[in-house]
Structures are given as structure tokens and as C-alpha cells.
């Protein structure tokens, strides 16, 4: 059973950074695809950003150059780097994780974490 651990969530002005981390345990070894969704105030939750475990990447269009994912095999972490946030970044925000091989989605049935608040104020 994998368990997630979020941190560095908080509250910035727009125009800041946070940088959000998660450590993945469990005794799991195959850790396939993680990454951070978001749940906007009224919204359903979508993807932010996914990394698998050979590299490859995956954003959302509106964090496009703005936030970057970044991860490691070796202790099971994933985090993501927050630049330039805008006030429409506010939500929470859950790292998940499948290992599911050659997964391109996390879905609800994978792992989540419990979310962490990031909000942007104007």
C-alpha cells in the first residue's frame, strides 16, 4: 500500500513561488508514473503535471513554463516548482502515483494524497 506525503503548500502573492514536494512509502518499488493534480474552489480536480519513470513529462497548458516536475527513482519523491503563480493557481493540490506500467493518467483507483492548500492571492 503506497502512502503519499505532501509539503510546502501555503500562501503567496502573485508573482511568487512555491515549491510543493512528496515522498511516496510503502515498500513499493515500481513507482510507474507521479504527479500533482489540482482541485480549483468549484471545480473538479485535473492534472497539473506527470512525470513516468523514464522522464517523459506532462503539464497542464496553463502551467506551461511556469511550473516545473522533477523527480527521484532512488528515494520516491516527486516535487513540482511553482514560478510566477497566478491567483487562478489557487486549490489544492494532491500528488498521486500509479503503478500501473506504461500508465499516461492517474486515475482515482491509484494513489492520492491528502492535498496540500496553495493559495495566490492578487
Known amino acids: 500500500q503506497v502512502q503519499l506525503e505532501e509539503s510546502g503548500g501555503g500562501l503567496v502573492q502573485a508573482g511568487g513561488s512555491l515549491r510543493l514536494s512528496c515522498t511516496a512509502s510503502?515498500?513499493?518499488?515500481?513507482?510507474?508514473?507521479m504527479g500533482w493534480y489540482r482541485q480549483a474552489p468549484g471545480e473538479q480536480r485535473g492534472l497539473v503535471a506527470t512525470?513516468?519513470?523514464?522522464?517523459?513529462?506532462r503539464y497542464a497548458d496553463s502551467v506551461k513554463g511556469r511550473f516545473t516536475i522533477s523527480r527521484d527513482n532512488v528515494k520516491n519523491t516527486v516535487s513540482l516548482q511553482m514560478n510566477n503563480l497566478e491567483p487562478e493557481d489557487t486549490g489544492v493540490y494532491y500528488c498521486?502515483?500509479?503503478?500501473?506500467?506504461?500508465?499516461?493518467?492517474?486515475?482515482?483507483?491509484?494513489?492520492w494524497g491528502q492535498g496540500t492548500q496553495v493559495t495566490v492571492s492578487s
Open positions: 498521486a502515483v500509479s503503478i500501473r506500467p506504461f500508465s499516461t493518467d492517474i486515475r482515482p483507483r491509484d494513489y
Open positions: 510503502g515498500g513499493l518499488t515500481n513507482l510507474y508514473l
Open positions: 512525470m513516468d519513470r523514464g522522464g517523459w513529462t
